[in-house]
């Protein structure tokens, strides 16, 4: 595994690498600066200019834009009390209010600080955790993805509040508009009343 990793470094060193990290990461933080612009967003519109980069170079280039725009949003939530990215929004709270006593800069280091050691522990936590993780989730069997199904509709129902029966109406709801169309395993058509599926 540490080879890989040596491996992955040293191929982030390559110039054409490094041009898309700084460029991902400007046009990142353009666009989560820019209200109405979300990452996702972002990285749908850039798709089509990575199609003649080399594949490494294309995911660097969208990851760090991803990283940026992550980043970007709480640079408008800090100065304008208006978040350019729907995960900015608790930094609102704080942060303009650091701003109206004339403190913006204090406000958006403390944010790009937190932004930058959240995103390096998360790292190093996926790349420690990811096997173990995985062969836990291989070992899987139909007992296990039943448990996981009736904890989610639990934990759905429980959102309902102190009235939990209306929890449980839109959990019932929902499941049985999951049963409308073709089933996901065995590809037979349920619910369509002779409807053709295209």
């Given amino acids: 595994m540490l080879a890989n990793l040596i491996t992955g470094f040293s191929l982030l060193t390559q110039w054409q690498n490094i041009v898309a990290i700084i460029a991902g990461s400007i046009i ?10 979300s990452a996702g967003m972002a990285i749908a519109l850039l798709l089509p200019f990575t199609f003649n980069l080399p594949p490494l170079t ?14 970007g949003g709480s640079i408008t939530a800090v100065t304008i009390n208006v978040p350019g990215e729907a995960g900015s929004t608790p930094t609102t709270f704080d942060g303009y209010q650091l701003t109206k006593k004339g403190l913006p800069a204090k406000a958006l280091g403390v944010s790009i600080v937190a932004s930058a050691y959240a995103g390096i522990t998360s790292t190093i936590a996926l790349i420690l955790i990811s096997i173990p993780l995985a062969r836990i989730a291989l070992s899987f069997g139909p007992p296990e993805y039943f448990a996981l199904g009736i904890f ?47």
Wanted: glycine fraction near 16%; avoid cysteine.
């Fill in 152 to 198: 989610g509709l639990t934990m759905v129902a429980s959102l309902g509040g102190k009235s939990w029966i209306k929890g449980f109406i839109a959990v019932f709801f929902g499941l049985l508009i999951t049963t409308i169309g073709i089933d996901p395993v065995s590809g037979t058509s349920r619910y369509i009343f002779n409807t053709k599926i295209t």
């Fill in 58 to 71: 294309s995911l660097v280039l969208l990851t760090a834009l991803y990283g940026a725009a992550e980043y």
């Fill in 28 to 37: 990142g933080y353009l666009v989560g600066a820019l209200p109405g612009l």
